[in-house]
């Protein structure tokens, strides 16, 4: 069974940065294209980006392009989340999942998940 943990959220002010990380059991990480989703309080989940297995491709919701970059360390089983000029809009439980799927913008095309972890913009 695969298992997903979040790490690294918290609290930050508009304009700055913060990394989190989903570290994903098992021996199957690198089979597994990754993604991340967030979602604030009354707002559905919304896709904010993937990768594939290799970390070579990369994508992106419009909201977050330029400013988030997604990463991969396949010797660590570790799914990175490089967050920068946050912004207050940017609030919201941030959840990494795993998929084998070249779908990527629905929650649907995900199989596994993890707990979240809480990301927090002041203004």
């Known amino acids: 069974q695969v298992q997903l943990v979040e790490s690294g959220g918290g609290l930050v002010q508009a304009g700055g940065s913060l990394r989190i990380s989903c570290t994903v059991s098992g021996r199957a990480f690198s089979s597994y294209l990754l993604g991340w989703f967030r979602q604030a309080p009354g707002k559905e989940r919304e896709f904010v980006a993937r990768?594939?297995?290799?970390?070579?491709?990369?994508n992106y919701a419009d909201s977050v392009k330029g400013r988030f970059t997604i990463s991969r360390d396949n010797s660590k089983n570790t799914l990175y989340l490089q967050m920068s000029s946050l912004q207050p809009e940017d609030t919201a439980i941030y959840y990494c999942?795993?998929?084998?799927?070249?779908?990527?913008?629905?929650?649907?095309?995900?199989?596994?998940w993890g707990q979240g972890t809480q990301v927090t913009v002041s203004s």
């Open positions: 990768i594939s297995q290799a970390g070579v491709v990369t």
């Open positions: 999942a795993t998929t084998r799927s070249p779908y990527y913008t629905s929650p649907r095309d995900y199989e596994d």
